[in-house]
């Protein structure tokens, strides 16, 4: 089982490496989605299955969907690209990943100084995933709750029409709507 | 929501409904009569060519499939040297019928003519000319005709009075 | 079970799924044809039935044109994702007992994950091809197929709440006294309107929407690409009908004078038919109309059955 979640960790880093590379935006996004299945499959092998399928319907289902609507609707071209080329130079990127390269030494220290664990296998059952959402952690799913509630009402409000006027077609007949 | 499923149900019964489909090949389309298909040229009771040749027909061909020649033999009967119709062309629209005087030209109830070779829709007199009276059984345009072609004298025809004798003085 | 029987069951599946879908094309055009009064392909072989191979064959060597202005990789893969995320739900179907490929614990959660993967194929097909029309049908079937995934996954936890399990196979031995069509009738009536539109089938068709974008995502692909779209398209449809047979119809269950398979593929016909009826029969909504008819009836419709489903559980169980 630690070989696929090793695998599966490696397709994932690499992905994300290719996620922040890439010119062309739906590429990039593409990618999104192969390291969001790397994630899925990682949960999977530790051993939480219901994790892994929320992950795979909620993050690469819809969520990089949506990025996609998006980025299609903005109808990005070819200076884009050429943007985003001009951003990725040595210069841009060498601080923050040698930051990140000092904190991967560190964990790598850290992880390294005490005797390795073996892999947890227990299975988490959707049953206990419920259990434990709607017993312990019951408020953070109601705060949850609201912060998506307000996420609703906002977009509802964005999305109202300002003024009430129908289409000339649809006048006459306004109960057609 | 109703409406829907009473769809659904009104389209499920058509399953059970008689099919309007012909199979074509086996069974045959029901043609009437008066269906304009294949263009012919028909014959006189007795056998003469009805056509006379005189181009009306070309004239009325609104997409000009028609040509033909014609000429007279030795009776002074006019009749085409040659004619010729171009399926490829034609809109089987029968103006040419409606044109022709001796009801010589006819739409018949046939269009069963695909052929592979588009030269050969190009038909000619033999092609056209079929050993049948057509439509209009009984009928000969010289029968009815002033002119002597060898099938009456002048003056025989019915309602035909005899010729005025231009050498004499009584009325 | 030994691995060359796990093998065997992998292989019949496949087999037995990909010439549904094949057998479909027949179907479809011969149900179609009976109820608009005519006949429909039966020349070629015993009743038609050859019309499958003609059309395969055709699809084979037609030429499989990438344009110039595509983008090419992406191209090519969106019709593979269609058919790939097709075939692996169709893994944790339980066609009898003990015949299944995948007898998982979140079998039911699976599914919704791959049939919400399914998208990818509509939104990157629609991209890649570079056209206006294509890119407005993937805009489309974007937006249809996550807004439907929400009604689905929801009308799917009453069934969950009711078997106490997401694995198939125990949903199914739930239903021994009772089919939950009986106890879910709205889960099933809105499981069966999203599963329309999650295979954008008609009446739901907007993203291919023929005469207003000329066959939407799917215009620039032709030979055996577009024919992935099309055999996933009726993988599709075989996939809900199974599901639904499954979830609400008992599966394989049924009196014992026909074996289970025969009960579990006679019920998938049924609704296979009930497809190809709504497409013979219902007009195409417009594109509002089909937002507003989800989120506006469906949604507060599912919510209300999974409340009442839970309160009636809760007062059973005390």
Known sequence: MSLVFYISSFIAILSTIMVITRYQPIHALLYLVVSFLALAVTFLSLGAPFAAALQVIVYAGAIVVLFIFVVMMLNLGKQTAQQEKEWLQLRAWLGPSILSLVLLAEMAVLLLQDAPEAMPATVVTPKQVSLSLYGEYIIAVELVGFLLMTGIVGAAHIGKHKKKSLHRFLQTYPNLN | MISHLRTMWLVFRHLFQKKVTVQY??????????????????????????????????????????????????????????????????????????????????????????????????????DLLIDSQGKYPGYNFYNVAGLDAGVKEKGKGEDEETPVDIKSLLP | MTVMQHIWIVLGVLFVFLNIAAGLIWVERRLLALWQDRLGPNRAGPLGLFIVLADTLKLFFKEDWIPPFADKWVFILA?????????????????????????????????????????????????????????????????????????????????????????????????????????????????????????????????????????????????????????????????????????????????????????????????????????ASLPRPRYDQLMGYGWKLLLPLVLLNLLVTGAIALWLRS
């Open chain 2, 25 to 126: 090949p086996e069974e045959k389309v029901p043609l009437y009569p008066r269906w304009r298909g294949r263009i012919v040229l028909t014959k006189d009771p007795d056998g003469g060519e009805r056509c006379v040749g005189c181009y009306l027909c070309a004239a009325a061909c609104p997409v000009d499939c028609i040509a033909l020649q014609a000429t007279e033999n030795e009776e002074g009967r006019r009749y085409p040297e040659f004619f010729r119709i171009n399926f490829s062309r034609c809109i089987f629209c029968g103006y040419c019928e409606e044109a022709c005087p001796t009801y010589a030209i006819q739409l018949i109830p046939d269009f069963e003519m695909a052929e592979y070779n588009r030269q050969d829709l190009v038909y000619e007199k033999e």
């Open chain 3, 79 to 279: 019709p593979a994702i269609v058919v790939a995320s097709v075939l692996m739900g169709i893994a944790i179907i339980p066609f009898a007992p003990g015949i299944v490929v995948a007898d998982l614990n979140v079998g039911l959660m699976f599914f919704l994950a791959m049939s919400s993967l399914g998208v990818y194929s509509i939104v990157l097909g629609g991209w890649a091809s570079n056209n206006k029309y294509s890119l407005l049908g993937a805009l489309r079937g974007a937006s249809q197929m996550i807004a439907y995934e929400v009604f689905m996954g929801l009308s799917l936890m009453g069934v969950v709440m009711l078997s106490k399990s997401f694995n198939l196979t125990d949903i199914v031995n739930a239903q021994k006294g009772l089919w939950f069509v009986v106890t879910q009738p709205i889960g099933f009536v809105v499981f069966f309107i999203a599963g329309l539109a999650e295979t954008h089938r008609l009446p739901f068709d907007i993203p291919e929407a023929e005469s207003e974008l000329i066959a939407g995502f799917h215009s620039e692909y032709s030979g055996m690409k577009f024919g992935m779209f099309f055999i996933g398209e009726y993988l599709g449809i075989s996939l809900i009908s199974a599901m639904t047979a499954t979830l609400f119809f008992g599966g394989w269950l049924g009196p014992a004078f026909l074996p289970p398979v025969v009960w579990f593929f006679l019920k998938t016909f049924l609704f296979i038919g009930l497809f190809i009826l709504l497409r």
